[in-house]
């Protein structure tokens, strides 16, 4: 089984559309959730952090449950330009913070 | 400041070639890494270095060699090139302590092995 998993896709939506992924992830221990978009043939970028508590950054909302292992990502009123690949990334710490990272799931809004 | 950097952007090479990869970061993090992206893969974990003269084993180490020459530099070599390292390879930094505030990804390299 993957550390981390997620749905590949990919999403076809229409702009204005809301759009939900998940990710679940193996590791009980692990510390720190994240999400990265990353752009055809561009490094990763930090989206947003994810916390228990729900957090929220305009129209992206994350969600993680700790019980379950499961972080989602919802994008509310999607726009052209959030066509992307989305990562799950969650890390455990040790003499360094290591990264793992899902395998990803696409994003196309179309008009 | 620049970030993260890495060169070359672009790589061909045969079967047995070797090469290295150089990344330099110029954000004083102390922790850096090489990750390889392949199609249905996601990033994998090849070494990293938690600071300066160490380095440690990540998910695919094999057919790779590193170093961290100082704070900034952290090379990632091929001894010996095979095709299976055809890939595109990023380099990261993490500043730490706040690991979401810290994270910077280099342009990666596109390497294509013959």
């Known amino acids: 089984r993957k550390e981390v998993e997620q749905d590949p896709g990919p999403f076809n939506v229409p702009e204005g559309a809301t759009v939900a992924f998940n990710c679940t992830y193996s590791?009980?221990?692990?510390?720190?959730f994240f999400w990265y978009r990353q752009d055809c043939r561009k490094e990763p970028k930090l989206l947003m952090s994810?916390?228990?508590s729900g957090n929220e950054d305009g129209r992206f909302t994350a969600q993680l449950n700790r019980a379950s292992q499961y972080i989602s990502l919802l994008i509310r009123d999607s726009k052209l330009s959030d066509s992307a690949t989305y990562l799950c990334?969650?890390?455990?710490?040790?003499?360094?913070?290591?990264?793992?990272f899902g395998t990803g799931t696409r994003l196309q809004v179309t008009l | 400041n620049a970030g993260v950097t890495q060169t070359p952007k672009f790589q061909v090479l045969k079967t047995g070639q070797s090469m290295t990869l150089q990344c330099a970061q110029d954000?004083?993090?102390?922790?850096m890494y090489w990750y390889r992206q392949d199609p249905g893969m996601g990033l994998r974990l090849i070494y990293y270095?938690?600071?300066?003269?160490?380095?440690d084993k990540g998910e695919v180490p094999n057919g790779y060699n590193v170093s961290r020459l100082n704070k900034r530099e952290f090379s990632l070599r091929l001894e010996s090139a095979a095709p299976s390292q055809t890939s595109v390879y990023f380099c990261?930094?993490?500043?730490?302590?706040?690991?979401?505030?810290?994270?910077?990804f280099g342009p990666g390299t596109r390497l294509l092995v013959l």
């Open positions: 990334v969650v890390t455990s710490t040790g003499t360094a913070s290591k990264l793992t």
């Open positions: 994810v916390y228990s």
């Open positions: 990261a930094s993490i500043g730490g302590p706040l690991v979401e505030e810290t994270q910077y």
């Open positions: 954000m004083n993090h102390n922790s």
């Open positions: 270095s938690a600071s300066e003269g160490t380095t």
């Open positions: 590791n009980s221990a692990s510390q720190s």
